[in-house]
Nanobody, 120 residues
Framework: QVQLVESGGGLVQPGGSLRLSCAAS????????MGWYRQAPGKQRESVAT???????NYADSVKGRFTISRDNAKNTVSLQMNSLKPEDTAVYYC??????????????WGQGTQVTVSS
């Protein structure tokens, strides 16, 4: 059994900051990539930022220079620091992990999502 628990969403004014965190727990052997995705109403889910176990990061063009993803491999956590937030960043943000379980099953796992609303 694997769980991804997200925290840190909320309401913020344009130009403000939020930090999202995600902790993976359960029968995990190793985690390869972790990342954050988002889905706005009426739109498809899109990748925001990803990070490999080696620290290689990838960002959507729309968030480059504003968002920073980081990861603690020892604690199986990933965070997303979001600065200079814009109304178009409003969405449900989902944590994702590409991992191998203790029983050597390779799965791609999603968190339950956390709402981020940017509005004045």
């Amino acid at each position: 059994q694997v769980q991804l628990v997200e925290s840190g969403g909320g309401l913020v004014q344009p130009g403000g900051s939020l930090r999202l965190s995600c902790a993976a727990s359960g029968s995990i052997f190793s985690i390869y990539a972790m990342g954050w995705y988002r889905q706005a109403p009426g739109k498809q889910r899109e990748s925001v930022a990803t990070i490999t176990s080696g620290g290689v990061t990838n960002y959507a063009d729309s968030v480059k220079g504003r968002f920073t993803i980081s990861r603690d491999n020892a604690k199986n956590t990933v965070s997303l620091q979001m600065n200079s937030l814009k109304p178009e960043d409003t969405a449900v943000y989902y944590c994702n992990a590409d991992l191998t379980t203790a029983t050597m099953r390779h799965i791609n796992y999603w968190g339950q999502g956390t709402q981020v609303t940017v509005s004045s």
